[in-house]
């Protein structure tokens, strides 16, 4: 699969990887301060944003799309950091891959199976009838029914579009989403453990990763890693502590 990004800067190549119901525009502001620094590619995984559709919505597949545009970009070892089912799949590639990167980001998510907790997001959205309304505000007014929260709703409405024929559309493949989701939540394994660097980057308001995840599985997969915490931030830790971000990244990347 040919994955949809965007480039900017120039330096050392930096793949990252958004999250589930995202697109790559999720990351523009802070990339576009990494791109001072490195070379940024923001990716749109498979079924997200602008990349092609698939009923396959797995992180082995995800992990050999990512390898495919490392390999049409020509960049053998980037850097990779991803948020959250990104920080899922790019585990799953330093995995799988581990002489194909240099160094590993993952924000707020852990390498364990999750219970389900998307159904409400999964419910509202399979909800909108697209082909009667006529407005982003009427979109917003029928997911409201089922998302209370403005914010929720303002990041998933990110995923509407107009069609050539003025109809509206989501960019998501929301049933392949929905079909796959058991295995969007699995856990990311291996017997061989990651032994390169690794930075994973925890909301200290986000229950995503607990202090029994980093004593077991992510030292576990993970051998040469740090965790840092960001105290304020929950699991929008790059939209809600831009600056903490960048600063750990940086230092993180630049560290030998």
């Known amino acids: 699969m040919k994955l949809h990004y965007k480039e900017m800067g120039h330096g050392q190549p930096l793949l990252i990887l958004h999250g589930l119901f995202g697109t790559l525009d999720n990351w523009q502001t802070l990339a576009k301060r990494l791109a001072e620094h490195y070379n940024v590619f923001l990716v749109d995984l498979r079924n997200h944003g602008r990349s092609p ?5 797995n992180y082995d597949v995800m992990a050999e799309d990512v390898l495919r545009l490392v390999d049409e970009l020509q960049i053998p070892t980037p850097a990779i950091m991803g948020h ?9 590639y330093a995995l799988k891959y581990p002489t194909r990167l240099t160094k590993l980001i993952v924000v707020d998510i852990a390498p364990k199976a999750y219970p389900p907790h998307h159904d409400e997001i999964i419910d509202a959205l399979q909800s909108v ?25 303002l990041f998933l409405m990110k995923n509407l579009y107009r069609k050539e024929d003025n109809t509206f559309g989501w960019r998501m493949n929301l049933d392949a989403i929905e079909k796959n989701y058991d295995k969007i939540a699995a856990e990311i394994t291996s017997d061989i453990p990651f032994k390169k660097n690794s930075l994973f980057i925890k909301g200290g308001k986000s229950r995503y990763i607990k202090p029994e995840d980093v004593y077991g599985s992510i030292e576990r997969l993970f051998t040469l890693v740090e ?7 929950g699991h929008w830790v790059h939209a809600e502590a831009p600056d903490k971000v960048y600063e750990l990244v940086t230092r993180f990347l630049s560290a030998d």
Not at 53 to 57: A, K, V
Not at 140 to 151: C, F, H, N, S, V
Not at 227 to 233: G, L
């Open 53 to 57: 559709h698939s009923e396959q919505h």
């Open 129 to 153: 009838d697209l082909s009667t309304v006529t407005s982003r505000s009427e979109v917003d007014a029928q997911l409201a029914k089922g998302i209370q929260e403005d914010e929720v709703r």
């Open 227 to 233: 965790v840092e915490t960001i105290p304020e931030a």
């Open 84 to 92: 959250s089912m990104g920080g899922k799949v790019a585990m799953n």
